[in-house]
């Protein structure tokens, strides 16, 4: 069992930066990572993810080139740095993790483990 704590969320004006992260209640090495988010009404939708191994990243469309993905060498945290938010950023941000892939899933169905989310509002 992996417990997911995300932190890091906040108020932001559009166009500032944020960086969230994920601690893992264990190494999260044997783990493909995520990043979701989901807005009042809307469905959950994949931000980013990032393989076992660091050798494959994936972002959704709407925050490529703007949103990274990392881990650290230790592998117990993930991040997510934010940049160019808009308020179509404003959301709750889940991270999940996953045990039985190698490469990275952008379905949330996909995921084993998830946190309990953290805020993000982007002001205009």
């Known amino acids: 069992q992996v417990q997911l704590v995300e932190s890091g969320g906040g108020l932001v004006q559009a166009g500032g930066s944020l960086r969230l992260s994920c601690a893992a209640s264990?190494?999260?090495?044997?783990?493909?990572m995520g990043w979701f988010r989901q807005a009042p009404e809307k469905e959950r939708e994949f931000v980013a993810g990032?393989?076992?191994?660091?050798?494959?990243?994936h972002y959704g469309d709407s925050v490529k080139g703007r949103f990274t993905i990392s881990r650290d060498n230790a592998q117990t945290t993930v991040y997510l740095q934010m940049n160019s938010l808009t308020p179509e950023d404003t959301a709750v941000y889940y991270c999940?993790?996953?045990?039985?892939?190698?490469?990275?899933?952008?379905?949330?169905?996909?995921?084993?483990?998830w946190g309990q989310g953290t805020q993000v509002t982007v002001s205009s």
């Open positions: 999940a993790a996953d045990s039985r892939s190698s490469g990275v899933r952008t379905s949330e169905h996909e995921y084993e483990y």
């Open positions: 990032i393989s076992r191994y660091r050798i494959t990243k």
């Open positions: 264990t190494r999260t090495f044997p783990y493909t």
